[in-house]
């Protein structure tokens, strides 16, 4: 069984607004902290928005999509979701969900689970 599975993402043009949502299975707990993750062709994997798990709830976005971006969880149904709007032709990136992340100190060091990623393209 797959673990995560994503849909939504696909192309839109600059100003526009696309929704992505990550399933997770059966087996995967509904209170670990889970994110999304964005890759461009040439650039490292980087954050774009963190929910903490174990019922603390802080919600964290990069800079870059702060106002733009809304992370939010169906907990009944343990599917994670990315509403995007105002997009930009910098938000071009493959898009990753990912659950259960492991802590060093108060950082994050690795998710236990990932999506296997949808394309995001925004022309302009």
């Known amino acids: 069984q797959v673990p995560l599975v994503e849909s939504g993402g696909g192309s839109v043009q600059a100003g526009g607004s696309l929704s992505l949502s990550c399933q997770a299975s059966?087996?995967?707990?509904?209170?670990?902290?889970m994110a999304w993750y964005r890759q461009a062709s040439v650039n490292q994997r980087e954050m774009v928005s963190v929910?903490?798990?174990?019922?603390?709830?802080?919600?964290t976005y990069a800079d870059s999509v702060k106002g733009r971006f809304t992370i939010s969880h169906d907990e009944r149904r343990n599917t994670l979701f990315l509403q995007m709007s105002s997009l930009k032709t910098e938000d071009t990136a493959m898009y990753y969900c990912?659950?259960?992340?492991?802590?060093?100190?108060?950082?994050?060091?690795?998710?236990?689970?990932w999506g296997q990623g949808t394309q995001v393209t925004v022309s302009s």
């Open positions: 059966g087996s995967i707990s509904n209170r670990c902290t």
């Open positions: 929910i903490r798990g174990q019922g603390d709830g802080t919600i």
């Open positions: 990912a659950f259960c992340a492991s802590y060093t100190g108060d950082k994050i060091s690795r998710f236990e689970y």
